[in-house]
């Protein structure tokens, strides 16, 4: 009976690892994508606090890579504590503030921008306080002839005699009157006034200030969710009015020009796309990018050279030499640092910023034409760029496992705020890794524990198909890797060990079932241990006869060794089991290696992981020819070339049934701790010289080599010897014919 037909008693289907992959591919191809789906939808439509996030990611990268200062001709006249020692206590008279302005304008200022309002009369006026003394019924006889006595007056001839912009506060929360707006206002296409801010009314300065000023612009920050200033319009409509921002009009004026230009959607060269914006905005001869709303964004850079001059200083005339190069040619903004007069902001780069210097850096940024940007296409892009991270990662989980979707999501997060951080530094451009990132890690949080109950049903799936023929550290590593694992055939380089017992079927045949099951259930369980532990797959077990390979399902290191170390420990245990039950049970065990198919082969009702092929054919036949040779283990030459430290000695050239080409075939006698010893060196150097005067026909010279070799060798190995002895005598009377090769030729399967 050839091993191949003979069968497994009981065989058990296995169910293919394969469909759990399929199974494990197919849900996360339908989850992965359904909740990145929810998860953009809820994002686009604001149902998610992302909203929150994106300013924050936006003010870190500011924080991280600040604009660089441009250098702009700015200066601020700050009413700062010592000007306050130096002056009195706030509100300064009218006059103070005039002779200031008087003072700017003698050094060369471009313009005077006050980010302050003086909506109300200065009490502190000589006019002021005669009214009151009259009105207590004293009698008070002012000068006249000389400069006016009324400080209001005093400040608004300063002002017509200097380029002032007066501050306003555009607000929603009172419909106070404004002034007429200085700069005059032309625009393209769509009616600015359908999509600018709008505001019912505000604060100004006394009608007598503002019609003296040669500008009026606002200087008051919408508010913010979060009280942050980041983005704020440039143009503001209120009470049907147009009204540009501090600065944008200190620059107006700066320049000279008469007009602010503004372009909407619709107008010629501009596409009309059914949404009224701002297109562009031009201030003198400055191009102003804005958002579609006349939104800018403040890029801060910090201004660390900007000048700053205490507002008494100018009033100090041993100080004009020193201050003269910061003002001649400057826009000056005029603000206030005092503790209780303080006008602080909180800014992505500082938390207490004057809110004069905010003007201060849109100024710089306008002049150094450095700016940022959020552009109409973003949400577009982020939803794109989310919607292909949250498809990549999908495709990744549903080829790899837990750990590489976890790397994977790592590394796709990493890419959305790497490439928002790129778009930033090198384009400025302001592009949320938010949505992208929260797609992908929306993606992972779903697909994780989806991943992992698969994977641990596909690890108990292997645990329970290949725990009963696999070692217990080889099933680990399967489950660990079920991809590792490639069903349905593939060929791999094998080890394959046959065994059976000596004897068997007389043996049987003397038993009673039960004790014939008692024998074989004694002989295979350490057999099996051997085998398991020295990580071999069992194929079957055929009677009392054992198939293993080693190297398949999974790599095997120098499975060559190992598989004849195996052999060595059947044999122990089989000596083991003899001297526990007082039998005389013997085995042989043939190994052989080189390529084989493997997988799940058998029909499409029950099937089995095994082996098949010539080599697998060839280890069997060596297994036939131990009971001709009389030893307990044989190997081919492709086994014993990677374990060739043990003790091994060389049987003879066989050409098995099936095989044309011979096949060197050795005896393996122990480990490589055996090897060393001198009865084995001895024995291996006389074995060498009987099988070379063997196949040379040196009959004496052999019959002399074997007389040494059969008395070093142990007892057991006779019958292999009286073969030789056989052939030997066989071969004195009847020498081999010319071209004798050495060969035999086995006719047992």
């Given at each position: 009976?050839?091993?191949?037909?003979?069968?497994?008693?009981?065989?058990?289907?296995?169910?293919?690892p394969?469909?759990?992959?399929?199974?494990k591919?197919?849900?996360?191809?339908?989850?992965?994508?359904?909740?990145?789906?929810?998860f953009?939808?809820?994002?686009?439509?604001?149902?998610?606090?992302?909203?929150?996030?994106?300013p924050?990611?936006?003010?870190?990268y500011q924080r991280?890579?600040?604009?660089?200062?441009?250098?702009a001709p700015?200066?601020?006249?700050d009413?700062?504590?010592?000007?306050?020692?130096?002056?009195?206590?706030?509100?300064?008279?009218?006059?103070t503030?005039?002779?200031i302005?008087?003072?700017?304008?003698e050094?060369?200022?471009?313009?005077?921008a006050?980010?302050?309002?003086?909506p109300?009369?200065d009490?502190s006026?000589?006019?002021?306080?005669?009214?009151?003394?009259?009105r207590?019924?004293?009698?008070?006889?002012?000068p006249?002839?000389g400069p006016?006595?009324?400080?209001?007056?005093?400040?608004?001839?300063?002002f017509?005699?200097?380029?002032?912009?007066a501050g306003?506060?555009v607000?929603?929360?009172?419909?106070?009157?404004?002034?007429?707006?200085?700069?005059g206002?032309?625009?393209?296409?769509?009616d600015?006034?359908?999509?600018?801010?709008?505001?019912r009314?505000?604060?100004?300065?006394?009608?007598p200030?503002?019609?003296?000023?040669a500008?009026?612009?606002?200087?008051?920050?919408?508010p913010?969710?979060?009280?942050?200033?980041?983005?704020?319009p440039?143009?503001?409509?209120?009470?049907g009015?147009?009204?540009?921002?501090?600065?944008?009009?200190?620059?107006?004026?700066?320049?000279?020009?008469?007009?602010?230009?503004?372009?909407?959607?619709g107008?010629?060269?501009?596409?009309?796309?059914?949404?009224?914006?701002?297109t562009a905005?031009?201030?003198?001869?400055?191009?102003?990018?804005?958002?579609?709303?006349g939104?800018?964004?403040?890029y801060?850079s910090?201004?660390?050279?900007?000048a700053?001059i205490?507002a008494?200083?100018l009033l100090?005339?041993?100080?004009?030499?020193?201050?003269?190069?910061?003002?001649?040619?400057?826009?000056?903004?005029?603000?206030?640092?005092?503790?209780?007069?303080?006008?602080?902001v909180?800014t992505?780069?500082?938390?207490?910023?004057?809110?004069?210097?905010?003007h201060?850096?849109?100024?710089?940024?306008?002049l150094?034409?450095?700016?940022?940007?959020?552009?109409?296409?973003?949400?577009?892009?982020?939803?794109f760029?989310?919607?292909?991270?949250?498809f990549?990662?999908?495709?990744?989980?549903?080829?790899?496992?837990?750990?590489?979707?976890?790397?994977?999501?790592?590394?796709?997060?990493?890419?959305a705020?790497?490439?928002?951080?790129?778009?930033?530094?090198?384009?400025?451009?302001?592009?949320d890794?938010?949505?992208?990132?929260?797609?992908?890690?929306?993606v992972?949080?779903?697909?994780?524990?989806?991943?992992?109950?698969?994977?641990?049903?596909?690890?108990?799936?292997?645990?329970?198909?290949?725990g009963?023929?696999?070692?217990?550290?080889?099933?680990?590593r399967?489950?660990?890797?079920?991809?590792?694992?490639?069903?349905?055939?593939?060929?791999?380089?094998?080890?394959?060990?046959?065994?059976?017992?000596?004897?068997?079927?007389?043996?049987?045949e003397?038993l009673?079932p039960?004790?014939?099951?008692?024998?074989?259930?004694?002989f295979?369980?350490p057999?099996?241990?051997?085998?398991?532990?020295?990580?071999?797959?069992i194929?079957?077990?055929?009677?009392?006869?054992i198939?293993?390979?080693w190297?398949?399902?999974?790599?095997i290191?120098?499975?060559?060794?190992?598989?004849?170390?195996a052999?060595?420990?059947?044999l122990?245990?089989?000596?083991?089991?003899?001297?526990?039950?007082?039998?005389?049970?013997?085995?042989?065990?043939g190994?052989?290696?080189?390529n084989?198919?493997v997988?799940?082969l058998?029909?499409?009702?029950?099937?089995?992981?095994?082996?098949?092929?010539d080599?697998?054919?060839?280890?069997s036949?060596?297994e036939?020819?131990?009971?001709?040779?009389?030893?307990?283990?044989?190997?081919?030459e492709?086994?014993r070339?990677?374990a060739a430290e043990?003790a091994?000695?060389e049987?003879?050239l066989?050409?098995?049934?099936?095989?044309?080409?011979?096949v060197?075939v050795?005896?393996?006698?122990g480990?490589?701790?055996?090897a060393?010893?001198?009865?084995?060196?001895?024995?291996?150097?006389a074995?060498?010289?009987?099988?070379a005067?063997y196949r040379?026909?040196?009959?004496?010279?052999?019959?002399?080599?074997?007389?040494?070799?059969?008395?070093?060798?142990p007892p057991?190995?006779?019958?292999?010897?009286d073969?030789?002895?056989?052939?030997?005598g066989e071969?004195?009377?009847?020498p081999p014919?010319?071209?004798?090769?050495?060969v035999?030729?086995?006719r047992?399967k």
């Amino acid at each position: 009976m050839t091993w191949w037909r003979r069968t497994s008693p009981n065989p058990q289907p296995k169910p293919q690892p394969s469909r759990s992959a399929r199974q494990k591919s197919l849900l996360v191809w339908i989850v992965g994508p359904a909740t990145l789906g929810v998860f953009v939808g809820l994002g686009v439509y604001g149902l998610l606090p992302l909203d929150r996030l994106t300013p924050l990611v936006f003010d870190a990268y500011q924080r991280l890579h600040p604009r660089a200062e441009a250098g702009a001709p700015v200066t601020i006249v700050d009413i700062d504590e010592s000007s306050m020692a130096k002056l009195g206590q706030w509100p300064w008279p009218r006059s103070t503030i005039g002779q200031i302005v008087d003072r700017l304008g003698e050094l060369g200022a471009a313009s005077i921008a006050f980010d302050m309002v003086f909506p109300e009369p200065d009490r502190s006026s000589l006019t002021q306080a005669a009214a009151d003394l009259e009105r207590a019924g004293a009698k008070v006889e002012l000068p006249t002839g000389g400069p006016s006595l009324d400080n209001d007056t005093r400040l608004a001839e300063a002002f017509g005699r200097n380029n002032v912009v007066a501050g306003i506060v555009v607000s929603n929360e009172t419909d106070n009157p404004l002034p007429a707006p200085k700069a005059g206002f032309s625009f393209a296409g769509a009616d600015p006034h359908l999509y600018l801010p709008q505001n019912r009314g505000g604060v100004t300065d006394l009608k007598p200030l503002t019609d003296a000023a040669a500008g009026v612009g606002f200087f008051s920050f919408p508010p913010s969710t979060d009280g942050i200033v980041r983005v704020l319009p440039l143009i503001s409509s209120a009470q049907g009015q147009l009204y540009p921002t501090l600065s944008l009009e200190a620059l107006r004026v700066a320049q000279g020009a008469k007009s602010i230009i503004i372009r909407s959607t619709g107008a010629s060269g501009d596409a009309d796309t059914g949404v009224t914006a701002m297109t562009a905005l031009r201030d003198g001869d400055l191009d102003v990018p804005t958002g579609p709303r006349g939104e800018f964004w403040v890029y801060f850079s910090g201004l660390p050279s900007m000048a700053t001059i205490p507002a008494a200083t100018l009033l100090d005339p041993k100080a004009s030499a020193a201050i003269a190069d910061k003002i001649a040619g400057h826009i000056i903004l005029v603000g206030t640092s005092a503790v209780g007069l303080r006008d602080l902001v909180a800014t992505p780069t500082d938390a207490s910023m004057p809110g004069v210097r905010v003007h201060a850096e849109i100024i710089d940024q306008i002049l150094g034409k450095t700016f940022i940007s959020r552009p109409d296409w973003a949400r577009g892009a982020e939803i794109f760029a989310a919607l292909v991270l949250g498809f990549i990662l999908v495709a990744i989980a549903q080829r790899a496992g837990a750990i590489a979707s976890a790397g994977g999501a790592i590394v796709l997060v990493a890419v959305a705020l790497g490439g928002s951080w790129a778009g930033f530094v090198d384009g400025q451009l302001l592009l949320d890794p938010i949505l992208p990132a929260g797609a992908v890690l929306a993606v992972f949080a779903v697909t994780m524990p989806l991943l992992l109950l698969l994977t641990d049903r596909e690890k108990q799936f292997v645990r329970g198909a290949f725990g009963r023929y696999l070692a217990p550290s080889l099933v680990e590593r399967l489950s660990d890797n079920p991809n590792a694992l490639k069903l349905g055939g593939e060929t791999r380089e094998l080890t394959t060990l046959f065994s059976d017992i000596r004897g068997f079927t007389s043996m049987s045949e003397k038993l009673e079932p039960d004790a014939l099951t008692d024998l074989l259930n004694s002989f295979l369980t350490p057999m099996t241990d051997v085998l398991l532990n020295s990580e071999a797959t069992i194929d079957k077990y055929m009677g009392d006869a054992i198939m293993a390979f080693w190297n398949a399902p999974l790599d095997i290191a120098d499975h060559r060794r190992k598989s004849c170390l195996a052999a060595l420990q059947m044999l122990d245990a089989l000596n083991r089991l003899n001297a526990e039950r007082g039998s005389q049970i013997r085995i042989g065990v043939g190994l052989n290696t080189g390529n084989a198919c493997v997988g799940n082969l058998g029909s499409a009702q029950r099937f089995s992981y095994s082996a098949i092929g010539d080599s697998v054919n060839l280890a069997s036949r060596v297994e036939g020819l131990t009971k001709s040779y009389g030893v307990s283990i044989l190997t081919t030459e492709a086994t014993r070339a990677g374990a060739a430290e043990l003790a091994f000695l060389e049987a003879d050239l066989v050409r098995v049934v099936g095989r044309r080409e011979p096949v060197p075939v050795h005896v393996l006698l122990g480990d490589a701790a055996h090897a060393e010893t001198p009865e084995f060196r001895a024995l291996a150097a006389a074995h060498a010289r009987l099988i070379a005067a063997y196949r040379a026909i040196e009959v004496e010279a052999a019959e002399a080599a074997l007389a040494e070799a059969t008395a070093l060798a142990p007892p057991d190995f006779a019958k292999f010897y009286d073969l030789y002895a056989e052939r030997l005598g066989e071969m004195r009377q009847a020498p081999p014919l010319a071209g004798w090769d050495g060969v035999f030729t086995s006719r047992q399967k």
